[in-house]
């Protein structure tokens, strides 16, 4: 926001900003979050408190987390109207259709949270975001699944009440295991923030104008939809299950160095990383420890470690510094939970909206902000005069 733009020779503008949320160190392989490592987070603290930390800066006090929490829980419910929304889309629609149809919505619900110039509406909108986005990506799931939905409980922790939104049924209560929960609030502290990333910059940008922070939340979901950014755990689990066994993996290889093939390895490779992603390291250690806790022995994750191990020591990979990113080793541990591969992205939108929300309110929040207006370096006709189509 303060409309510093830089130029690469491959003449792509990149816009810049000022940001005191996450900083990225790609060739150190570093990821801080208000100066907090990413690896010690994700071991030691929970995905509500780095939560409070992206949205204040600090980490909270004990008290500070409580009610923190207790605001959030007391914020997970839906206006009811809503769940009719839902019964517009057809029931095979993909649930981050639904994520960006509901969520673009509500502002239609929440008035008295859209006004970014008050500081109390903005900090109202922000809890709501946070705290409904588990609902509504429940919903999301149970409409695909033709099962009811299932409303929040205020006696359950944020990742526990949305696995129990998500897979209990009437009929049954479901079980709620301690190493997915943990597994699940280890997965949404990593996917929290992640710096200028595209959906972070889709959701600045579209704040900047001065829109609602539904529709810029929105926005930022539907640009995450892409195979190239939050698209790429859904991708890359399919590729894995494409490849099937160790024996097929030379094959994707030669075909990802292959200029003339478009397919590319999903969840390797970064815009930022030139090094190991530290989420990925800690992706693939709680996969190993969720797959053994859990008794899956599934042969995708023997697949995912042989092609990572390949990959690593081949010329190609070496040379353009293309290493596993967040996304490659997380679908393993979704589809162990029991997701199927259309919820991964909804749950990458789900985490990433904290970070959206904590980068709205940075930028929106600064007096000096103007609207972002990405410029170009024009390569078309230079001036020229109309000519009457009987003469041309
Ligand atoms: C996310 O920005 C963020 O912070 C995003 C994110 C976040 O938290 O918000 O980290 C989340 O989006 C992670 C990335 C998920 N996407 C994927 O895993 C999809 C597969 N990856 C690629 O599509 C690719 O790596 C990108 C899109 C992520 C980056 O593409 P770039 O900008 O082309 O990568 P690059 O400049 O580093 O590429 C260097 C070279 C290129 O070849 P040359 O043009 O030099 O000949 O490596 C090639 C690329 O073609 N390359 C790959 C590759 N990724 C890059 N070749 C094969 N397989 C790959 N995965």
Redesign the pocket.
Same mark, same amino acid.
């Given at each position: 926001n303060t409309g510093m733009f830089t130029y690469d020779p491959g003449f792509t503008s990149t816009a810049s900003c000022e940001s005191g949320l996450t900083y990225i160190d790609g060739d150190a392989g570093v990821l801080l979050h208000r100066g907090y490592p990413i690896g010690q987070l994700a071991e030691q603290s929970s995905f509500m408190e780095v939560c409070y930390l992206l949205l204040n800066g600090e980490l909270p006090s004990a008290k500070e987390l409580a009610d923190f929490t207790t605001t959030i829980t007391r914020h997970t419910m839906v206006h009811e109207q809503l769940t009719a929304f839902f019964r517009g889309f057809r029931r095979d629609a993909h649930p981050m259709a639904i994520m960006v149809g509901v969520v673009g919505a509500l502002s239609a619900f929440y008035h008295d949270s859209t006004d970014i110039n008050d500081p109390e509406q903005r900090r109202i909108a922000s809890h709501r975001l946070i705290a409904k986005m588990p609902t509504i990506a429940a919903m999301a799931y149970k409409y695909s699944v033709g099962q009811p939905f299932v409303y929040p409980r205020n006696d359950l922790s944020y990742t526990a009440n949305f696995l129990n939104m998500t897979f209990s049924v009437p009929a049954e209560d479901y079980k709620i295991d301690p190493v997915v929960v943990d597994a699940m609030d280890k997965i949404f502290t990593l996917h929290a923030d992640?710096?200028q990333? @595209?959906?972070t910059s889709t959701v600045r940008l579209a704040g900047s104008s001065g829109a609602n922070p539904f529709a810029c939340i929105a926005a930022g979901i539907a640009c995450l939809w892409g195979? @190239?950014? $939050?698209g790429?755990n859904e991708a890359?689990l399919n590729m894995l299950r494409e490849i099937g066994t160790v024996d097929r993996i030379p094959e994707y290889i030669a075909r @990802?160095k292959n200029?003339d093939d478009p397919f590319?390895?999903? $969840?390797?490779?970064?815009? !930022?990383y030139k090094n190991y992603d530290p989420r990925a390291t800690v992706m693939q250690k709680t996969a190993k420890d969720v797959l053994e806790k859990l008794g899956v022995n599934d042969p995708i994750f023997d697949v995912a470690k042989e092609l990572e191990q390949i990959a690593l020591n081949d010329p190609y990979f070496i040379e353009?510094k293309?290493y596993p990113? !967040?996304?490659f080793y997380s679908g393993v541990i979704l589809s162990a939970i029991g997701f199927p591969t259309e919820m991964f992205t909804v749950l990458f939108a789900l985490a990433r909206t904290v970070g959206w929300v904590a980068q709205w309110n940075e930028m929106i929040s600064d007096p000096a902000q103007k609207i972002g207006r990405p410029r170009q370096l024009y390569t078309g006709p230079t001036q020229r005069d109309y000519v009457a189509v009987d003469k041309r």
């Amino acid at each position: 926001n303060t409309g510093m733009f830089t130029y690469d020779p491959g003449f792509t503008s990149t816009a810049s900003c000022e940001s005191g949320l996450t900083y990225i160190d790609g060739d150190a392989g570093v990821l801080l979050h208000r100066g907090y490592p990413i690896g010690q987070l994700a071991e030691q603290s929970s995905f509500m408190e780095v939560c409070y930390l992206l949205l204040n800066g600090e980490l909270p006090s004990a008290k500070e987390l409580a009610d923190f929490t207790t605001t959030i829980t007391r914020h997970t419910m839906v206006h009811e109207q809503l769940t009719a929304f839902f019964r517009g889309f057809r029931r095979d629609a993909h649930p981050m259709a639904i994520m960006v149809g509901v969520v673009g919505a509500l502002s239609a619900f929440y008035h008295d949270s859209t006004d970014i110039n008050d500081p109390e509406q903005r900090r109202i909108a922000s809890h709501r975001l946070i705290a409904k986005m588990p609902t509504i990506a429940a919903m999301a799931y149970k409409y695909s699944v033709g099962q009811p939905f299932v409303y929040p409980r205020n006696d359950l922790s944020y990742t526990a009440n949305f696995l129990n939104m998500t897979f209990s049924v009437p009929a049954e209560d479901y079980k709620i295991d301690p190493v997915v929960v943990d597994a699940m609030d280890k997965i949404f502290t990593l996917h929290a923030d992640h710096e200028q990333n @595209a959906s972070t910059s889709t959701v600045r940008l579209a704040g900047s104008s001065g829109a609602n922070p539904f529709a810029c939340i929105a926005a930022g979901i539907a640009c995450l939809w892409g195979p @190239a950014h $939050g698209g790429a755990n859904e991708a890359a689990l399919n590729m894995l299950r494409e490849i099937g066994t160790v024996d097929r993996i030379p094959e994707y290889i030669a075909r @990802a160095k292959n200029k003339d093939d478009p397919f590319r390895l999903m $969840g390797f490779g970064h815009r !930022v990383y030139k090094n190991y992603d530290p989420r990925a390291t800690v992706m693939q250690k709680t996969a190993k420890d969720v797959l053994e806790k859990l008794g899956v022995n599934d042969p995708i994750f023997d697949v995912a470690k042989e092609l990572e191990q390949i990959a690593l020591n081949d010329p190609y990979f070496i040379e353009k510094k293309l290493y596993p990113n !967040v996304d490659f080793y997380s679908g393993v541990i979704l589809s162990a939970i029991g997701f199927p591969t259309e919820m991964f992205t909804v749950l990458f939108a789900l985490a990433r909206t904290v970070g959206w929300v904590a980068q709205w309110n940075e930028m929106i929040s600064d007096p000096a902000q103007k609207i972002g207006r990405p410029r170009q370096l024009y390569t078309g006709p230079t001036q020229r005069d109309y000519v009457a189509v009987d003469k041309r």
